[in-house]
């Protein structure tokens, strides 16, 4: 009985404009979807360092419709240490394959051809909260981490970041990968696009550029 009823509940669920664009900054960033059914549907995941709870409170409230849990804390140990992370999944739901389809291949995490398309303000804030930093306390340029795609999705960012929203930027290697710089010049016009959607608890990845 409890299924059915969950299916039914399932079939009035609609993304909504917001939380599209959120989907797509969590995707480029530290989000993640996952089927349990070879693609039917898919689940969106979001995990984080218990620190970043607030951001994980934000977004869940973003999407309780599509959750039945609250966000839960789990207890990980690494290299002899241990920390806690902050995590709650969506319901499984076919309204996430679409976007499954286009950012993941052949199980890994890649640039959709249409991202210019989609990228948006909220989006890009959501991104830079995910995986933006500073260069450095004395440096104006801001760092993304896109260490998780290849070189030539980076490139293809860059470009999108310079045609759609006049932002300056260039690659930076690193051992595991690439990250984009965003470039001095075009720090304040880069801060302007997202500040009003960076949480408080995140306005340290912006400091100093008021």
């Given at each position: 009985m409890r299924s059915k009823i969950i299916e039914n509940y399932k079939k009035k669920l609609k993304l909504n404009a917001k939380?599209?664009?959120?989907?797509?900054?969590?995707?480029?960033?530290?989000?993640?979807?996952?089927?349990?059914?070879?693609?039917?549907?898919?689940?969106?995941?979001?995990?984080?360092?218990?620190?970043?709870?607030?951001?994980?409170?934000?977004?869940?409230?973003?999407?309780?419709?599509?959750?039945?849990?609250?966000?839960?804390?789990?207890?990980?140990?690494?290299?002899?240490?241990t920390y806690q992370k902050y995590w709650f999944?969506?319901?499984?739901?076919?309204?996430?394959?679409?976007?499954?389809?286009?950012?993941?291949?052949?199980?890994?995490?890649?640039?959709?051809?249409?991202?210019?398309?989609?990228?948006?303000?909220?989006s890009l804030a959501v991104w830079f909260m995910d995986d933006g930093s500073l260069k450095s306390k004395f440096h104006r340029v801001r760092i993304i981490n896109t260490q998780g795609f290849s070189k030539k999705d980076v490139l293809k960012l860059i470009k999108i970041l310079e045609l759609k929203f006049g932002l300056k930027s260039k690659l930076r290697k690193q051992a595991e990968g690439f990250q984009i710089m965003i470039l001095a010049e075009s720090a304040d016009k880069f801060i302007q696009l997202i500040r009003s959607f960076i949480l408080p608890s995140m306005l340290y990845k912006i400091k100093g550029l008021d």
């Amino acid at each position: 009985m409890r299924s059915k009823i969950i299916e039914n509940y399932k079939k009035k669920l609609k993304l909504n404009a917001k939380q599209k664009e959120l989907i797509i900054g969590k995707l480029l960033g530290d989000g993640h979807l996952e089927t349990q059914n070879k693609g039917q549907t898919y689940r969106f995941k979001i995990e984080h360092s218990i620190n970043q709870k607030d951001y994980v409170d934000w977004l869940f409230e973003e999407f309780k419709d599509w959750t039945m849990t609250l966000p839960k804390i789990k207890i990980c140990e690494s290299q002899g240490k241990t920390y806690q992370k902050y995590w709650f999944n969506t319901i499984s739901h076919s309204s996430f394959r679409f976007y499954a389809q286009q950012f993941y291949r052949d199980g890994k995490k890649v640039i959709p051809k249409l991202i210019h398309r989609w990228l948006t303000p909220l989006s890009l804030a959501v991104w830079f909260m995910d995986d933006g930093s500073l260069k450095s306390k004395f440096h104006r340029v801001r760092i993304i981490n896109t260490q998780g795609f290849s070189k030539k999705d980076v490139l293809k960012l860059i470009k999108i970041l310079e045609l759609k929203f006049g932002l300056k930027s260039k690659l930076r290697k690193q051992a595991e990968g690439f990250q984009i710089m965003i470039l001095a010049e075009s720090a304040d016009k880069f801060i302007q696009l997202i500040r009003s959607f960076i949480l408080p608890s995140m306005l340290y990845k912006i400091k100093g550029l008021d």
